[in-house]
């Protein structure tokens, strides 16, 4: 006699597992435990053979006798149900295997042991909130490039137009790794070279003309702060590192004897070193008696173990009248790479290693770090003796090393341009 819903429910639990039949060798396994489950009993090459059809109540039993009746209808065709349930189950775990999610935390686990850590967390968080909850889970060798533009339209849409580009990029770098490792043929984000809007550039303001930097340098100078704060004031422009890096610097990456500092720069995650000028070794002397036993050159007033806040430099230049407009953290970079270049005459291969850039020879391959330092420790020796010209508008003893560059004894006597405030976009070459 078939079964029903109400005698299902009737049926209470005993000592040992129950077997209520449907007919054509279905029938629901009640557990001693209470839990319910369809079975169908089937011959197959002879042998008496059990496939799971799902549990009760969650699957009813007009939803087990479909189930049913598909397995009749593989089984009439000579094929085995529960070979080939493995069959499918095996193919599952491959495409989640070779899901673009899947490949993708490969490749982000690979780039991280060379990438900065910045880059690796950021790459990490546009794959996890922007790519993976729409084709985390596809095939990567099934991801069509109309498929992934209609994700990257997504962050367009919401305004994120930077991040669209860079997702496309890091989406390419992932069906490039797949095709490396065999699990796809082409690459996708390629194909949409062009198709995004252009993002808009990011600026950073930098005063760029001597007349101008002279009464910034004196700010920063005279600046009524605490001794860590101030002190970054001073060697920000000297050093003219990114500010994020400048800030993290710590002293165990430091040599006063050598008169280096040795870190791995932030956006090329490549080694770095900066000569350090006498002025920058004045300032960090006399800095490290107040934190030289910790960690961090500048640390955190707000509590140990950190670094102090990346809006510091820009807020106490906010104090000191200089708006987000005229002068950024990040423009002391801009202020150097243009001075050295076209007041001090300094060579531009020089200043770009200086500035940490990836730059290359003819034959496309990176330069090491310490390449033309011998040159850069000049330049850097000259760029603050010139520096402190402006400030003081004396000349000072150490200028006299740098004569052969004819840098003007004032400011007054700079080259004499109209004054501006220079705004240098987020692709420029001094980021």
């Known amino acids: 006699m078939p079964l029903s819903d109400a005698a299902i429910r009737r049926t209470k639990p005993l000592g040992k597992p ?12 009640v557990a001693p435990s209470g839990g319910k489950l369809w079975r169908w009993k089937y011959r197959y090459a002879g042998k008496e053979k059990r496939l799971a059809l799902g549990t009760y109540p969650e699957v009813s039993l007009a939803e087990a006798r479909i189930k049913h009746v598909d397995a009749r209808k593989v089984l009439s065709s000579g094929i085995d149900p529960g070979e080939q349930r493995k069959v499918e ?13 899947a490949i993708a935390l490969e490749m982000l686990a690979m780039r991280a042991k060379k990438n900065a850590k910045s880059t690796a967390v950021r790459n990490s968080r546009i794959v996890e909130k922007d790519l993976n909850p729409y084709i985390g889970d596809r095939p990567v060798a099934e991801v069509s490039a109309v498929e992934l533009l ?3 339209r997504k962050m367009e849409k919401r305004g994120a137009v930077e991040t669209a580009h860079r997702a496309r990029g890091i989406a390419g770098m ?9 699990r796809a043929e082409r690459n996708p984000a390629a194909d949409l070279i062009g198709a995004l809007e252009s993002p808009q550039t990011e600026h950073f303001a930098s005063l760029t003309e001597p007349a101008q930097v002279a009464p910034l340098l004196r700010a920063l100078w005279g600046y009524d702060g605490s001794a860590v704060v101030c002190s970054a004031l001073k060697l920000a422009p000297v050093l003219f590192a990114r500010p994020g890096e400048l800030r993290a610097a710590r002293w165990e990456d430091i040599d006063l004897d050598t008169r280096e500092w040795r870190y791995t720069a932030t956006k090329t995650g490549t080694p770095h070193i900066v000569p350090l000028a006498d002025q920058a070794v004045e300032v960090l002397r006399e800095l490290q008696p107040l934190t030289g036993r910790g960690g961090y ?9 950190r670094p102090m806040s990346e809006n510091t430099i820009n807020a106490a230049m906010r104090r000191m009248g200089f708006d987000s407009k005229t002068m950024t953290g990040h423009g002391f970079r801009a202020m150097a790479r243009t ?7 300094f060579r531009p291969d020089y200043i770009e290693h200086q500035l940490a850039h990836a730059v290359r020879d003819p034959n496309g391959r990176a330069y090491n770090r310490t ?45 004499a341009k109209k004054a501006r405030t220079t705004i240098l976009g987020g692709s420029n070459s001094t980021r």
């Open 339 to 345: 001075i050295l270049d076209e007041v001090l005459g």
């Open 371 to 415: 390449a033309h330092l011998a040159e850069r420790r000049k330049m850097m020796q000259a760029w603050a003796d010139y520096l402190d010209v402006l400030r003081t508008g004396q000349i000072v003893p150490s200028v006299a090393r740098t004569s052969r560059l004819n840098i003007p004894a004032t400011p007054d006597v700079a080259p």
């Open 18 to 29: 129950q077997r209520l039949f449907d007919g054509g060798g279905l029938y629901l396994e």
């Open 174 to 182: 992932v069906f490039r790794y797949a095709i490396a490792t065999g």
């Open 297 to 305: 050159v500048f640390p955190s007033l707000q509590g140990k173990g």
């Open 89 to 101: 189950k095996l193919t599952r775990m491959g495409r989640s295997e070779n899901s673009f999610g």
């Open 150 to 152: 209609a994700v990257l």
